[in-house]
């Protein structure tokens, strides 16, 4: 008899751990749940801003190069280019 007892007591002390060890898991999974969903979020973000990078990175290029530079400068500034510049020199008497 004593030792069905002590198997009954071996068994609930491992029911109780088992059920322990999965209440544990459980409020570890519940508090984890919303940083994942999160984290989540997060990454969609900076997928976008690494694409809205790069697409100002091209735009950058795109107007940084010499051809827009110097259209902007003569049609919008009316600049003149240097090589165009017509020099008067006068001469005192």
């Keep these: 008899m004593s030792r069905r007892r002590g198997r009954k007591g071996f068994y609930t002390i491992l029911y109780l751990v088992?059920?322990?060890?999965?209440l544990i898991?459980?409020?570890?999974n519940i508090r984890t749940v919303p940083m994942v969903?999160?984290?989540?979020k997060l990454l969609v973000k900076?997928?976008?801003l690494d694409e809205m990078n790069?697409?100002?990175?091209?735009?950058l290029l795109s107007h940084t190069r010499p051809e827009m530079i110097e259209?902007?400068?003569t049609q919008s500034l009316?600049?003149?280019?240097?090589d165009?510049?017509?020099y008067v020199f006068l001469k005192h008497k």
């Design 54 to 59: 790069q697409s100002l990175r091209l735009q």
């Design 25 to 28: 898991g459980l409020v570890f």
């Design 84 to 86: 165009q510049v017509t």
């Design 71 to 73: 259209s902007k400068a």
């Design 37 to 40: 969903d999160e984290s989540q």
């Design 18 to 22: 088992c059920l322990v060890v999965a």
């Design 46 to 48: 900076i997928h976008h």
């Design 78 to 82: 009316h600049m003149v280019l240097s």
